[in-house]
């Protein structure tokens, strides 16, 4: 594999760039307005503008399908999306997928899926082979639904996918730290805690990296760190480092009101994800196993927390 697009070039998508670019790759990576252009360039992959709302019909797909035929491998990054201003979403993904299929197939294809197709589990752990949930919020059955066309598409058309289930990314820039210092953050309380899974985002360029040619087509992998923990929990480790005192808390109902239900679920779908299977098959050592190391690494980048 030499030339890689990668779809979606944003927060997680730039540290893939950057993993993929130190590895020797080709790598472009697409963003909706050209006001990115520089942040792309900037991680070591030629921009490219494309907006998987317009693009994949119309005049622009003739464009789109060059861009895809250019490259052996995609990493396609992209979520479900609000439709307008409203409460609902949908999903570019079945339109990417049209292209794919009219060929040439890329030699490898790795989709960013989130832990949230497995609902809430009350806190129990689960791993590839759970069940996925039922109580998984607007977001979590779009995902489901992705992750069933993206096997569909392996089986139909050969698209070798593999399928990462990211927890919730966080690093440089995007951490608890940052709103700590701005004193606007508060803690989801609720009985019993939130327990939540995370990854750090040079992690998730390493499972990506591995997932482009490692493990098995048509396989999930849950990509989190070793450590569930509450958000209490993370959030005073990042204050005592910081010398702030804890941030306050906020009843559930409270935040259900303030965030909207949707939102709701990417904090309270309650499961302790296994990432055995990360590690075993695509065999990613993680830079950071653990919030203990991973938010100080963040909060030193951003000027935070002193080097040493």
């Not at 497995?118 to 082979?129: F, I, N, S, T």
Request: proline residues 8%.
């Amino acid at each position: 594999m030499e030339r890689v697009l990668i779809v979606g070039c944003g927060y997680a998508g730039r540290a893939i760039a950057r993993e993929l670019a130190a590895a020797g790759l080709r790598v472009t990576g697409t963003v909706t307005r050209a006001e990115h252009f520089p942040e792309v360039a900037e991680a070591g992959a030629a921009p490219e503008a494309l907006d998987l709302e317009t693009d994949l019909h119309g005049p622009g797909r003739a464009r789109a399908a060059r861009l895809l035929a250019d490259h052996d491998g995609v990493v396609y990054t992209v979520g479900p999306l609000r439709v307008g201003g409203s409460e609902r979403f949908g999903d570019p993904l079945p339109r990417f997928l049209d292209l794919v299929a009219a060929g040439p197939v890329p030699a490898g294809f790795v989709y960013l899926s989130s832990t949230g197709v497995y609902g809430d589990r009350g806190g129990a752990w689960v791993d590839e082979d759970t069940p996925l949930g039922t109580d998984v919020g607007p977001r979590g059955r779009l995902r489901q639904a992705a992750e069933a066309a993206l096997r569909a598409a392996w089986r139909e058309v050969g698209l070798p996918v593999r399928i990462l289930r990211l927890a919730g990314i966080y690093g440089p820039g995007r951490h608890p730290g940052l709103r700590l210092g701005a004193g606007t953050l508060t803690v989801v309380e609720a009985d019993p805690p939130l327990v939540l899974n995370r990854i750090h985002v040079a992690d998730v360029a390493r499972a990506t990296r591995a997932a482009l040619t490692g493990g098995r087509p048509g396989e999930a992998y849950i990509a989190a760190d070793d450590l569930p923990a509450s958000q209490r929990e993370v959030a005073d480790f990042t204050a005592a480092l910081m010398g702030l005192p804890p941030p306050p808390g906020e009843p559930l109902e409270a935040a259900r009101e303030r965030l909207g239900e949707a939102n709701l679920h990417l904090l309270a779908d309650r499961k302790r994800c296994r990432n055995g299977k990360l590690r075993t098959e695509l065999k990613v050592d993680l830079k950071y196993p653990t919030y203990r190391e991973g938010i100080p690494a963040a909060l030193r980048a951003d000027g935070l927390l002193p080097d040493g």
